[in-house]
C-alpha cells in the first residue's frame, strides 16, 4: 500500500504552546489512507516521473528531474516549531510545512521501514526496535541488526529506491560508513548507491555532487546527531540548539548549491520528550510485572512484552493494576483489529507483542537488569505516541525553476 491521493491528515497542532512534552493519552490509530511518513518517498517519486507511483503525491509537490530528500533523525515537527528560533532556514519554510504523523511505535527502525518502502509497519514488518523472531523464538534489535535474520527475508516487499532506479533514477544514498550493507539498510531502504561521508557538511558535499551528476536524480541523506544529543542532553537542552543550528546551516547551504532544477525535501523519523528518571518504572523491582512474561521487547516508552502461553490475560491485569492511567495496556488482537500498524500480514503478526504498552504522560518504564546501561540513563525518548513523539514535518523547498 503507498499513500493515497488524498491530503496529508492534520494532527492537532498544539506545538505552539510550551515545551513539547506528552499529551494526556496516545493519539487514536492512524489513517493509513491519509497523508504520513510513509508517503513521502513515494510523493517524491511520483513528481520524479516514476510510473509505480503516478498520482502518489500528498503534499502538493512540484514536478522535478531531480530530488534531494534529508531524514533528520529526532525533528520531531513540534520540537521543531517550539525551538525554530535555532532553524531560521527552516522556520522560513514551516508555514508551508507538512505536519504528518510516522507511525505506530514512534521508532527509528520502524519509521525508516515504512519511509523507505512507502507501507505501514503492519505490511513492513518492522514493528519496533526490539522484537520477537517467532520462528528463531528469541529478540531481534531491528535497529543494530546484530545476529539479526536475512533483510530480504524478513522485509520482503520492494522498496521506493528500487523503484526509482528501475525507471530510470540515478538513486543515492549518503550517510556514515557503517550504514552500507546493514541489515537495517537492507531490509529498508535497498536500491541506491551508497555513499559514505561522516561530516554533515561533507554529506551535504557528498549529495550536492551526487545531484549534480546526473539529469534525473534521487538523493537521500541521513543525519542522526539531533536524535542523538536529544537521547543524552535531553530535547529542550542548549546542546540540542546548538546541533538544530549546525542542521538549519547545512540544509540551507545544500538548497543555496543544489541545480535550480531541484527539490529539496526535509524529513523526520519521529519527534522526542524528555522524561526524567524520578517519573520511571525500574522492572528490577517489580517482579510481580515480569510474572508470565517470556521476552522483553520494544522500549522505554512502548513496550512490547512476550507472554508465556496462556498467560497474555494475566499480563495485562497485572500491568493495568500497576501502571493506571500513565499507559495504555493493549493486547496485540486490540491492535491489530483497531489499526495501529495498518493491515498486519499474517507473516507479521507474530512480531507484535502479545501485551503492548505505550506510555502516557511524563511516564518510561525500564529494565536495569535486561536494558543496556546507555539505554536506562538516556533522558531524552520516544516510542509512544503522544503529538511530541507522533508528529513530524514535511518540509518542501521547491526548485529555483520548474521543469
Request: contains cysteine; proline residues 7%.
Given at each position: ?230 537521547h543524552v542532553h535531553g530535547s529542550q537542552s542548549w546542546q540540542w540548539g546548538e546541533e538544530v543550528e549546525s542542521v538549519d546551516r547545512a540544509l540551507a547551504s545544500l538548497a543555496r548549491s ?125 516510542g509512544s505516541t503522544s503529538d511530541a513523539e507522533l508528529a513530524v514535518p514535511v518540509v518542501v523547498v521547491p526548485p529555483r525553476r520548474g521543469v
Amino acid at each position: 500500500m503507498s499513500a493515497g491521493a488524498s491530503m496529508p491528515r492534520s494532527l492537532p497542532d498544539r506545538s505552539a504552546a510550551a515545551p513539547a512534552q506528552p499529551t494526556s493519552g496516545p493519539t487514536a490509530p492512524l489513517d493509513w489512507s491519509q497523508g504520513t511518513l510513509a508517503s513521502v518517498l513515494p510523493s517524491v517519486a511520483d513528481r520524479l516521473g516514476v510510473r509505480r507511483y503516478a498520482g502518489a503525491d500528498v503534499f502538493g509537490m512540484p514536478q522535478v528531474r531531480r530530488a534531494v530528500v534529508v531524514l533528520v533523525d529526532g525533528l520531531g515537527h513540534d520540537l521543531l516549531r517550539q525551538r525554530s528560533g535555532h532553524a531560521p532556514f527552516l522556520r522560513e519554510h514551516l508555514p508551508r510545512a507538512h505536519r504528518v504523523p510516522c507511525g505506530f511505535p514512534t521508532t527509528t527502525a520502524t519509521s525508516m521501514g515504512s519511509f523507505g518502502t512507502g507501507l505501514p509497519p503492519g505490511a513492513h514488518g518492522l514493528v519496533g526496535m526490539q522484537v520477537l523472531d517467532p520462528i528463531a523464538d528469541r529478540l531481534v534489535n531491528e535497529l543494530s541488526w546484530e545476529d539479526g535474520p536475512d533483510p530480504e527475508l524478513w522485509q520482503p516487499h520492494g522498496t521506493v529506491f528500487e523503484a526509482a532506479a528501475g525507471a530510470g533514477v540515478e538513486v543515492t544514498m549518503v550517510g556514515p560508513h557503517y550504514f552500507e550493507g546493514s541489515g537495517l539498510t537492507t531490509a529498508a531502504l535497498r536500491g541506491a548507491r551508497f555513499t559514505a561521508a561522516r561530516t554533515l557538511d561533507d554529506r551535504v558535499a557528498a549529495a550536492v555532487a551526487a545531484v549534480r551528476a546526473t539529469p534525473r536524480a534521487l538523493v537521500y541523506l541521513y543525519w542522526g546527531e539531533v536524535d542523538k544529543v536529544g537521547h543524552v542532553h535531553g530535547s529542550q537542552s542548549w546542546q540540542w540548539g546548538e546541533e538544530v543550528e549546525s542542521v538549519d546551516r547545512a540544509l540551507a547551504s545544500l538548497a543555496r548549491s543544489v541545480p535550480d532544477d531541484t527539490m529539496v525535501v526535509v524529513t523526520a523519523d519521529h519527534g522526542m520528550v524528555d522524561i526524567p528518571h524520578a517519573n520511571r518504572l525500574d522492572l528490577v523491582n517489580e517482579p510481580d510485572l515480569m510474572a508470565g512474561v517470556r521476552h522483553l521487547g520494544g522500549e522505554p516508552r512502548c513496550l512490547q512484552l512476550y507472554t508465556l502461553e496462556g498467560a497474555a490475560t494475566d499480563v495485562a491485569q497485572a500491568w493495568q493494576q500497576r501502571v493506571g492511567d500513565r499507559a495504555r495496556v493493549l493486547s496485540r488482537e486490540r491492535l491489530v483489529e483497531e489499526g495501529w500498524f495498518g493491515p498486519v500480514e499474517t507473516r507479521v503478526a507474530g512480531r507484535i507483542g502479545d501485551v503492548v504498552i505505550a506510555m502516557n504522560d511524563s511516564f518510561a518504564v525500564v529494565h536495569s537488569g535486561l536494558m543496556r546501561a546507555q539505554i536506562v540513563r538516556l533522558l531524552g525518548l520516544h516510542g509512544s505516541t503522544s503529538d511530541a513523539e507522533l508528529a513530524v514535518p514535511v518540509v518542501v523547498v521547491p526548485p529555483r525553476r520548474g521543469v
